[in-house]
């Protein structure tokens, strides 16, 4: 099947929207992504070193029940539909996104230490562009704005010195 | 400008800005004073009391934004309190200067001997519009016979309660304080724990962001 | 009247489900945007496909429009509504760091799982470094307390702050949005856009 192209964003922004207000209407709180990726990382150094994760303040506190929790459950359906829309659309296939001037190995290099990075800034932070600069954006929280407009203003100074990745 | 369906999603947005820019947003806000069925539900199914062990593990924690509250007479207060709880008589409760100790933002936990004082002033807060209120459930009376003398599980018990057990051994003389066993019942002894029911929205608090 | 979770009109449980839910209908979304390629959200950086930007502040719009609108009409409690508390310093350092890694890496949260499902291979290799740098983050925790509650402003907003009505910030909100998407359409004309 040949690839689709993407949607207006127009149109993926008006479906985004809706999906934030439902969750602010049932559930009175929007949407997030990294607080279950901590619970997966605790659940994972739980799993080797129990004692060392109780004695971390931290970890300590997303180690009880870590999957039993809202945004887990929110991320394995981010899971499926993101997979569902993929096949409709024919484009999951295995490959690399890269710009034209990189290797796949060099990228993947990138990929790794750019997580990395936004991991840590992610929960300095208590969030990331789902769950802090989308949903504090959205109810008008000052973090939020704040946190987006460092976002974008860091990206975009950075930009410069990974060009070579993707442009 | 040609009309297209871009453009007439602008025209909506900005209609809609304009209407909520000249319109009393703000007042309507005002509605979570006095929900009184609300209130009365939560008190029935007592989702108002928080566990001494979630106080202990935010005290543990320096959980930010957690203020333990202390409505017994300044007298008890002195002779022993919470580590980190201050003291706000619950006849002062409502006055201007106690009201400015109290964070609206902050989660409040309010204590008393037992059970009924911290409910009453907990009906109160919530009715002046304190959002994030609990009533720790027992009390100081069953604070101090948790963590001065907890009591050890009797067979057959389960992993929960051992490691309760232990916790409230190791945390003991850091909850404390400075007294042990301190003997003061102005109410009636509560025994907590007799109900069964599951905590929520009390661990909320630990991490909603993102 | 909603929130309904917080009038409870359904269980813990039943949240769940809701989460997962809701979470297919947010991965449906991000994938139909094109989220989950991470070369279309680094274009972002340098202006030749402002689709991140387009999608974030159409969604912010729309959930913020209705939110207000729906609290006027008297349909929902807006102070029920779980706001992000505010760390100032803590998250605008956050969130430079958070952008220096948007910037390398190409992804973020969210959006790299929305690749990993859509095979994107680069995607595996960013899930593993966030974890490595929350890992890190849990590890130096004892050391970043001070820097991670710089700043507690607890559950401000905008409107609190500016100390103007709530409706007026979200008419700059729009009024800003509508610039971005205009001033965003002229920079893809001027750089070059790449259609993907």
């Given at each position: 099947m040949k690839e689709k192209p993407y949607w207006s964003p127009y149109v993926s922004g008006l479906g985004l929207g809706i999906t934030l207000l439902l969750a602010f209407v049932l559930m009175g709180r929007g949407l997030g992504a990294s607080g279950a990726m901590m619970r997966f990382t605790t659940a994972l150094v739980d799993l080797f070193a129990h004692d060392h994760v109780m004695a971390n303040p931290y970890f300590a506190k997303y180690a009880?029940?870590?999957?039993?929790?809202w945004l887990v459950y929110e991320i394995l359906g981010v899971m499926i539909g993101g997979f569902l829309s993929g096949m409709l659309a024919g484009r999951n296939k295995w490959r690399t996104g890269r710009g034209?001037?990189?290797s796949k190995h060099k990228r993947w290099v990138y990929a790794f230490a750019g997580g990395a990075i936004m991991g840590f800034g992610a929960r300095l932070s208590r969030g990331c562009t789902s769950g802090l600069a989308l949903t504090g954006g959205a109810t008008l929280a000052v973090g939020g704005w704040v946190f987006m407009f460092a976002v974008f203003a860091a990206a975009y100074a950075t930009a410069y010195f990974v060009r070579k990745q993707w442009i | 400008m040609k009309i297209s369906s871009r453009n007439i999603g602008f025209g909506i947005m900005l209609l809609l800005g304009l209407i909520l820019a000249f319109s009393?947003?703000?007042?309507?806000?005002?509605?979570?004073?006095?929900d009184r069925e609300l209130l009365l539900s939560q008190l029935h199914s007592q989702s108002n009391y928080i566990e001494a062990e979630d106080v202990a593990h935010w005290i543990i924690d320096k959980e930010p934004g957690v203020l333990i509250v202390d409505i017994r007479p300044a007298g008890d207060y002195m002779k022993y309190h919470i580590p980190g709880a201050i003291n706000i008589p619950l006849e002062k409760l409502l006055e201007k200067s106690s009201l400015e100790l109290m964070d609206p933002s902050a989660t409040l936990v309010l204590t008393s001997n037992g059970n009924t004082k911290a409910s009453q002033a907990w009906l109160l807060l919530k009715e002046k519009g304190y959002d994030d209120v609990y009533v720790l459930h027992g009390g100081m009376n069953h604070w101090v016979e948790a963590f001065s003398a907890p009591r050890k599980p009797v067979e057959p018990y389960t992993d929960d309660e051992v490691f309760r057990y232990q916790f409230r051994l190791a945390a003991g003389p850091v909850m404390m304080g400075t007294a042990r066993a301190a003997q003061s019942t102005r109410e009636a002894p509560v025994k907590p724990r007799t109900i069964k029911r599951k905590r929520r929205s009390v661990k909320k608090k630990v991490d909603e962001g993102c | 009247m909603a929130p309904f979770f917080k009038y409870g009109f359904f269980t813990e449980q039943t949240g769940l489900i809701i989460a997962l839910i809701l979470g297919v209908s947010f991965g449906f979304w991000l994938e139909r945007a094109g989220f989950g390629y991470s070369r279309k959200l680094a274009l972002q950086f340098y202006f030749k496909d402002m689709t991140v930007l387009n999608v974030m502040f159409t969604a912010i719009v729309v959930a913020m429009l209705g939110l207000l609108l729906f609290s006027l009409f008297g349909?929902?409690?807006?102070?029920?509504i779980y706001i992000n508390p505010t760390y100032l310093w803590a998250q605008l350092i956050g969130g430079l760091i958070l952008g220096v890694g948007f910037a390398i890496g190409g992804y973020c949260p969210g959006t790299s799982v929305v690749g990993a499902v859509t095979g994107h291979v680069d995607a595996y290799f960013f899930l593993g470094g966030a974890m490595f740098g929350m890992f890190v983050f849990g590890e130096m925790f004892p050391s970043l307390e001070g820097l991670y509650n710089w700043g507690a402003m607890g559950d401000v907003r905008l409107s609190d702050v500016f100390n103007i009505s709530s409706g007026v910030v979200a008419l700059a909100v729009v009024i800003l949005a509508i610039l971005f998407f205009l001033g965003g359409e002229w920079l893809e004309n001027k750089f070059g856009k790449e259609g993907l």
């Amino acid at each position: 099947m040949k690839e689709k192209p993407y949607w207006s964003p127009y149109v993926s922004g008006l479906g985004l929207g809706i999906t934030l207000l439902l969750a602010f209407v049932l559930m009175g709180r929007g949407l997030g992504a990294s607080g279950a990726m901590m619970r997966f990382t605790t659940a994972l150094v739980d799993l080797f070193a129990h004692d060392h994760v109780m004695a971390n303040p931290y970890f300590a506190k997303y180690a009880e029940n870590p999957f039993s929790n809202w945004l887990v459950y929110e991320i394995l359906g981010v899971m499926i539909g993101g997979f569902l829309s993929g096949m409709l659309a024919g484009r999951n296939k295995w490959r690399t996104g890269r710009g034209p001037n990189i290797s796949k190995h060099k990228r993947w290099v990138y990929a790794f230490a750019g997580g990395a990075i936004m991991g840590f800034g992610a929960r300095l932070s208590r969030g990331c562009t789902s769950g802090l600069a989308l949903t504090g954006g959205a109810t008008l929280a000052v973090g939020g704005w704040v946190f987006m407009f460092a976002v974008f203003a860091a990206a975009y100074a950075t930009a410069y010195f990974v060009r070579k990745q993707w442009i | 400008m040609k009309i297209s369906s871009r453009n007439i999603g602008f025209g909506i947005m900005l209609l809609l800005g304009l209407i909520l820019a000249f319109s009393p947003v703000d007042k309507m806000n005002i509605s979570k004073v006095a929900d009184r069925e609300l209130l009365l539900s939560q008190l029935h199914s007592q989702s108002n009391y928080i566990e001494a062990e979630d106080v202990a593990h935010w005290i543990i924690d320096k959980e930010p934004g957690v203020l333990i509250v202390d409505i017994r007479p300044a007298g008890d207060y002195m002779k022993y309190h919470i580590p980190g709880a201050i003291n706000i008589p619950l006849e002062k409760l409502l006055e201007k200067s106690s009201l400015e100790l109290m964070d609206p933002s902050a989660t409040l936990v309010l204590t008393s001997n037992g059970n009924t004082k911290a409910s009453q002033a907990w009906l109160l807060l919530k009715e002046k519009g304190y959002d994030d209120v609990y009533v720790l459930h027992g009390g100081m009376n069953h604070w101090v016979e948790a963590f001065s003398a907890p009591r050890k599980p009797v067979e057959p018990y389960t992993d929960d309660e051992v490691f309760r057990y232990q916790f409230r051994l190791a945390a003991g003389p850091v909850m404390m304080g400075t007294a042990r066993a301190a003997q003061s019942t102005r109410e009636a002894p509560v025994k907590p724990r007799t109900i069964k029911r599951k905590r929520r929205s009390v661990k909320k608090k630990v991490d909603e962001g993102c | 009247m909603a929130p309904f979770f917080k009038y409870g009109f359904f269980t813990e449980q039943t949240g769940l489900i809701i989460a997962l839910i809701l979470g297919v209908s947010f991965g449906f979304w991000l994938e139909r945007a094109g989220f989950g390629y991470s070369r279309k959200l680094a274009l972002q950086f340098y202006f030749k496909d402002m689709t991140v930007l387009n999608v974030m502040f159409t969604a912010i719009v729309v959930a913020m429009l209705g939110l207000l609108l729906f609290s006027l009409f008297g349909w929902l409690d807006i102070t029920k509504i779980y706001i992000n508390p505010t760390y100032l310093w803590a998250q605008l350092i956050g969130g430079l760091i958070l952008g220096v890694g948007f910037a390398i890496g190409g992804y973020c949260p969210g959006t790299s799982v929305v690749g990993a499902v859509t095979g994107h291979v680069d995607a595996y290799f960013f899930l593993g470094g966030a974890m490595f740098g929350m890992f890190v983050f849990g590890e130096m925790f004892p050391s970043l307390e001070g820097l991670y509650n710089w700043g507690a402003m607890g559950d401000v907003r905008l409107s609190d702050v500016f100390n103007i009505s709530s409706g007026v910030v979200a008419l700059a909100v729009v009024i800003l949005a509508i610039l971005f998407f205009l001033g965003g359409e002229w920079l893809e004309n001027k750089f070059g856009k790449e259609g993907l």
